[in-house]
Protein backbone atom coordinates (compact mmCIF):
# COMPACT_ATOMS: atom_id res chain seq x y z
CA UNK A 1 0.00 0.00 0.00
CA UNK A 2 1.30 3.14 -1.04
CA UNK A 3 2.15 5.72 1.72
CA UNK A 4 1.41 9.47 1.74
CA UNK A 5 3.53 12.65 3.40
CA UNK A 6 1.79 15.84 2.67
CA UNK A 7 3.63 19.34 3.29
CA UNK A 8 3.55 22.87 2.38
CA UNK A 9 0.95 23.81 5.00
CA UNK A 10 1.37 27.59 6.96
CA UNK A 11 0.20 30.65 7.66
CA UNK A 12 -1.12 33.34 4.77
CA UNK A 13 -2.98 36.42 4.67
CA UNK A 14 -6.02 36.60 2.63
CA UNK A 15 -5.42 36.41 -1.16
CA UNK A 16 -2.15 34.71 -0.64
CA UNK A 17 -0.64 31.43 -1.82
CA UNK A 18 0.54 28.18 -0.66
CA UNK A 19 1.89 25.22 -2.62
CA UNK A 20 1.09 21.52 -0.79
CA UNK A 21 2.93 18.77 -1.88
CA UNK A 22 2.02 14.86 -1.48
CA UNK A 23 5.10 12.70 -2.03
CA UNK A 24 4.10 8.69 -2.13
CA UNK A 25 6.62 5.97 -1.17
CA UNK A 26 6.24 2.22 -1.10
CA UNK A 27 4.63 2.75 -5.01
CA UNK A 28 4.47 5.11 -7.83
CA UNK A 29 1.39 7.38 -8.14
CA UNK A 30 1.09 7.08 -11.78
CA UNK A 31 -1.90 4.30 -11.27
CA UNK A 32 -3.27 5.92 -8.58
CA UNK A 33 -5.97 8.51 -7.98
CA UNK A 34 -5.27 11.19 -5.96
CA UNK A 35 -7.52 13.44 -4.05
CA UNK A 36 -7.16 16.40 -1.97
CA UNK A 37 -9.46 16.71 0.92
CA UNK A 38 -9.95 19.42 3.62
CA UNK A 39 -11.20 19.46 6.84
CA UNK A 40 -11.88 22.17 8.86
CA UNK A 41 -12.33 22.08 12.99
CA UNK A 42 -16.48 20.69 13.63
CA UNK A 43 -17.11 20.32 9.95
CA UNK A 44 -16.97 16.88 7.64
CA UNK A 45 -14.15 16.05 5.30
CA UNK A 46 -14.72 17.54 1.96
CA UNK A 47 -12.80 16.87 -1.58
CA UNK A 48 -11.56 19.90 -3.25
CA UNK A 49 -9.33 18.58 -5.72
CA UNK A 50 -8.67 14.93 -7.57
CA UNK A 51 -6.38 13.72 -10.54
CA UNK A 52 -6.85 10.39 -12.03
CA UNK A 53 -4.83 7.83 -14.12
CA UNK A 54 -7.29 8.27 -16.86
CA UNK A 55 -7.02 11.03 -19.22
CA UNK A 56 -9.27 13.67 -18.47
CA UNK A 57 -9.55 16.96 -16.57
CA UNK A 58 -8.25 17.31 -13.00
CA UNK A 59 -11.87 17.94 -11.03
CA UNK A 60 -11.87 20.71 -8.78
CA UNK A 61 -14.89 21.17 -6.22
CA UNK A 62 -17.09 24.66 -7.06
CA UNK A 63 -15.40 26.25 -3.43
CA UNK A 64 -12.07 26.05 -4.93
CA UNK A 65 -12.54 26.33 -8.58
CA UNK A 66 -10.37 28.76 -11.01
CA UNK A 67 -8.11 29.34 -7.58
CA UNK A 68 -6.44 25.92 -6.81
CA UNK A 69 -5.06 23.34 -9.45
CA UNK A 70 -3.84 20.09 -9.05
CA UNK A 71 -0.76 18.45 -10.81
CA UNK A 72 1.26 15.80 -10.82
CA UNK A 73 4.94 14.66 -11.59
CA UNK A 74 5.55 11.22 -11.75
CA UNK A 75 9.54 11.96 -11.26
CA UNK A 76 9.25 12.77 -8.38
CA UNK A 77 6.09 10.74 -7.36
CA UNK A 78 4.50 13.98 -5.91
CA UNK A 79 1.27 15.20 -6.85
CA UNK A 80 1.02 18.84 -6.36
CA UNK A 81 -2.09 21.16 -4.99
CA UNK A 82 -1.20 25.18 -5.79
CA UNK A 83 -3.59 27.32 -3.81
CA UNK A 84 -4.12 30.87 -5.10
CA UNK A 85 -6.55 33.54 -3.14
CA UNK A 86 -6.82 32.08 -0.54
CA UNK A 87 -9.56 33.34 2.01
CA UNK A 88 -10.40 32.78 5.39
CA UNK A 89 -12.92 29.78 4.32
CA UNK A 90 -10.05 27.78 3.57
CA UNK A 91 -8.59 27.40 6.74
CA UNK A 92 -8.36 23.71 7.27
CA UNK A 93 -6.04 20.18 7.72
CA UNK A 94 -5.84 19.19 3.92
CA UNK A 95 -4.95 15.82 3.36
CA UNK A 96 -4.02 13.90 0.18
CA UNK A 97 -5.06 10.39 -0.32
CA UNK A 98 -4.88 7.43 -2.88
CA UNK A 99 -6.22 4.72 -4.13
CA UNK A 100 -5.90 2.21 -7.17
CA UNK A 101 -9.62 1.27 -7.77
CA UNK A 102 -11.50 3.00 -10.07
CA UNK A 103 -13.65 6.11 -9.07
CA UNK A 104 -16.43 7.02 -11.07
CA UNK A 105 -16.59 10.76 -11.33
CA UNK A 106 -19.47 10.96 -9.17
CA UNK A 107 -17.25 9.18 -6.13
CA UNK A 108 -14.25 11.52 -6.75
CA UNK A 109 -14.94 13.57 -3.73
CA UNK A 110 -16.27 10.64 -1.51
CA UNK A 111 -13.30 10.49 1.06
CA UNK A 112 -14.54 6.08 1.38
CA UNK A 113 -13.24 5.46 -2.02
CA UNK A 114 -9.55 6.33 -0.83
CA UNK A 115 -7.75 3.37 0.50
CA UNK A 116 -4.84 5.71 1.88
CA UNK A 117 -4.19 8.90 3.33
CA UNK A 118 -1.49 10.79 4.55
CA UNK A 119 -1.38 12.37 7.98
CA UNK A 120 -2.55 16.04 6.85
CA UNK A 121 -1.33 19.55 6.96
CA UNK A 122 -2.63 22.63 8.10
CA UNK A 123 -3.32 25.31 6.56
CA UNK A 124 -4.36 28.84 8.32
CA UNK A 125 -5.74 31.65 6.21
CA UNK A 126 -5.48 35.02 8.34
CA UNK A 127 -4.55 38.45 8.90
Known amino acids: QVQLVESGGGLVHPGGSLRLSCTASGSTLDSYYIGWFRQAPGKQREGVSC????????RYSDTVKERFTISRDNSKNTVYLQMNSLKPEDTAVYYC????????????????????WGQGTQVTVSS
Open 97 to 116: AATDSVVTIGEIFTAQRYDS
Open 51 to 58: ITTADYEP
